[in-house]
């Protein structure tokens, strides 16, 4: 009998726990970036949130804006007034 109420509180008390959400797989890969002149271009595969950040040869950096995908493909681009000299490439949360 003991072993029959056990069996219950856990059935009960899996009934009544709260859901929980489970992640997608997640991850961003075969990320890139480019620089050609003013502007600054990166990019990911995979799932995940992301956004770049150009680096500009007056001392001034330019963020773009963050984009999601999901199993998919990216892409960013921004531009500086002056010559863009690195782009780095921000994982989101």
Known sequence: MGKRLIALLIG?????????????????HDCGTKVERNVGNGWCH????FRIVVDCADGSSVKSM???????????????????TNVTIVEGS
Do not use: H, K, N, Q
């Open 12 to 28: 009960i008390a899996a009934a009544s726990a709260p859901a929980v959400a489970v992640a997608a797989p997640s991850g961003l």
């Open 46 to 49: 995979g799932t995940g949130t």
């Open 66 to 84: 963050w984009i999601r995908i999901s199993g998919g493909y990216g892409t960013l681009g921004v531009s500086c007034r002056a010559l863009a």
